[in-house]
């Protein structure tokens, strides 16, 4: 897929298709994490290479139980860190293997108002690196949007993006912690066009855990957004009260809803 600034021009509303990512459910098996996705309706996973999918036996392992489970795998949600000029084949490696289209990685180690010229260069020369890696097995990379990294803000991800410039380099999109909803979703509307996947969770004040529908009005305008910018898009539920399973079975019904355009 080829991220582009602006809106789709496809006249079809967008897919949105719901899943989860296995850090979610950290302290479980891949068999578990399985059979609690699968339970609960969703369609697909993103493996994280932390726990779940670390080698090449794990990942034929989460390959082949998923396939069985009629579930898709979603993405590799790797830790590479774009600057470190780390060994990255092991990672695509691992990506092929378990069948993911998609690796997430990380911006470097800083805010962006803290990084830098010789940081932001050493993040971008990386990331053009590993994504010509990617690009060969027609694989996308998606930056984490998240605190303490280059992409912890809409500006720094944007500028990142803009230097980067490859066609299979994007961002996963979340609300930034403490956040208002009003913010929030102008942030989703600038970056929509970079937008790989969402991660779902509903954390409010600060970190506190609320059920995603503690959020309602705001994950249904981001389906929304989403939706009417007219590319299909992984929904991924990223963290959920207590990582208790019967919470993400919980989420996932208000999931769906908001995926099918019922919430």
């Known amino acids: 897929m080829t991220f582009v600034a602006g809106s789709d021009p496809r006249k079809q509303p967008a897919t949105l298709t719901s899943g989860i990512c296995s850090v979610t459910l950290r302290s479980h098996s891949i068999d578990e ?73 990380w911006a470097g180690t800083v805010e962006p108002d803290q990084a830098d010229q010789q940081l932001w260069e050493a993040v971008v020369a990386d990331t053009q ?78 970190t506190e855990r609320l059920p995603l529908e503690g959020r309602k009005h705001l994950w249904q305008a981001v389906a929304d957004v989403v939706r009417e910018h007219g590319r299909d898009m992984d929904l991924m539920l990223e963290f959920v009260e207590g990582d208790l399973p019967e919470n993400v079975v919980r989420d996932a019904g208000f999931l769906h809803s908001i995926a099918a355009n019922a919430g």
């Open 129 to 206: 690196r590993i994504a010509a890696s990617a690009a060969e097995h027609g694989m996308q990379l998606a930056f984490e949007y998240h605190g303490g990294t280059l992409t912890s803000t809409l500006q720094g991800t944007l500028e990142l993006l803009d230097r980067v410039d490859r066609p299979n380099v994007g961002t996963y999109w979340q609300p930034a912690v403490g956040l208002s909803e009003q913010d929030a979703l102008a942030s989703l509307r600038q970056a929509i066009g970079r937008v790989a996947g969402v991660h779902c969770f509903s954390w409010w004040p600060g």
């Open 33 to 105: 994490v399985i059979a609690v996705a699968a339970g609960a309706g969703l369609s697909g996973i993103e493996w994280g290479a932390d726990v779940h999918v670390v080698d090449a036996a794990s990942a034929d392992h989460a390959r082949q139980a998923c396939a069985a489970a009629g579930l898709k795998v979603l993405s590799l949600g790797s830790y590479y860190r774009a600057g470190d000029f780390g060994d990255f084949d092991d990672i695509v490696s691992l990506a092929v293997r378990v069948g993911a289209p998609r690796v997430r990685i």
